[in-house]
């Protein structure tokens, strides 16, 4: 039998889905928690923080206020982008797919970056492999198209 995960490294993982889910910078949260970056890292590690903290917290993630308290109690945030019953929505509704899509990959990828504690250079290796990767299993719809189109065939 698997043993139910510490609540307060529960709430850590919520915390960071939330965080990925608005596309947040961990700088953007303790401006809107008026909290410093510390006791949001001690958080995010699973320490315990003061209930004003949780509270400050719950409004930086647009939470209603009780979720961190359901959340340590085994249940689930309450988002307040999102009308009762219903999941909240992933993307921001006024920019572009794409746009948001890239916006959101660069956060996450950012975030992992410096949570690592990556060099510039070593971060340039990472792009150059992830780039690689990229090239390799992703072909347009255009490059599709051709592959499928007979050679040598004109109309």
């Given at each position: ?23 947040l ?25 003061r ?83 990229i ?17 040598g065939?004109?109309?």
């Amino acid at each position: 039998m698997t043993a139910a995960p510490d609540p307060r490294i529960r709430l850590a993982q919520y915390i960071e889905r939330r965080i990925s889910a608005l596309a947040l910078e961990y700088a953007e949260v303790c401006r809107r928690a008026d909290i410093s970056d510390e006791t949001l890292s001690k958080v995010r590690k699973g320490m315990r923080a003061r209930s004003s903290t949780y509270t400050k917290l719950e409004r930086a993630l647009n939470w209603e206020r009780g979720s961190i308290g359901a959340i340590l109690d085994g249940g689930e945030p309450t988002p307040l982008d999102a009308p009762p019953g219903r999941a909240p929505a992933a993307r921001a509704p006024d920019a572009p797919p794409l746009e948001r899509e890239l916006a959101l990959a660069q956060r996450l990828l950012a975030a992992t970056i410096r949570e690592m504690q990556l060099s510039p250079e070593e971060a340039d290796e990472v792009w150059r492999r992830v780039r690689l990767e990229i090239e390799v299993t992703h072909r347009s719809p255009r490059e599709e198209n051709d592959q499928n189109e007979p050679k040598g065939e004109t109309g």
